[in-house]
């Protein structure tokens, strides 16, 4: 008897804990996507941003000139990157590979509504954090945050929901 119920207890065990591994994990759930773009702006010189900078939209450019702090007469994008956002796990956005100099890390506060997701952001510049702050992103409203002085302009990174 004593053997029986030891083999049922084991038995039981393997059961369940099978079931354990064949059970998804919910908090890497997507539950959305995240774009990061760095963007160089200047009033000297904008080939000072290098070869692989670009021209950005007229869209882009009117939105930053409508901003007081991100009025400059030339505008290029360094870089951009989009990566999932999981539901209960903290996720990195590295826009200017193969570089570590810029990351954006990201987690959920709250459960995502269709439109919109509140985050805990920071910005991480050259491995030291510059920038911790909640958010709420909607779609279609990217977040602005005007960075450090970089080749004799400025970095503003850009984070949105992508579509």
């Known amino acids: 008897m004593r053997k029986f119920l030891k083999l049922a207890v084991a038995s039981c065990l393997l059961i369940l804990g099978g079931r354990a591994y064949a059970v998804e994990d919910a908090g890497r759930a997507k539950v959305g996507k995240l774009e990061v773009t760095v963007y160089f702006a200047t009033n000297g010189d904008p080939a000072a ?63 995502p509504a269709k439109d919109s997701v509140s985050l805990d952001l920071e910005l991480w510049l050259a491995r030291k954090k510059i920038l911790k702050t909640d958010a709420t992103l909607q779609a279609g409203h990217p977040l602005y945050v005007l960075g450090p002085e970089w080749r004799g302009g400025r970095l503003i990174i850009a984070v949105a929901l992508a579509s």
């Open 49 to 111: 941003a290098g070869e692989r900078a670009q021209e950005i939209s007229t869209e882009i450019r009117d939105r930053f000139r409508s901003e007081d702090r991100l009025k400059f007469d030339h505008y290029r994008a360094l870089g951009a990157e989009t990566q999932p956002i999981f539901r209960s796990y903290e996720n990195w956005a590295q826009p200017l590979k193969p570089s570590d100099e810029i990351l954006v890390r990201f987690e959920t506060r709250t459960q």
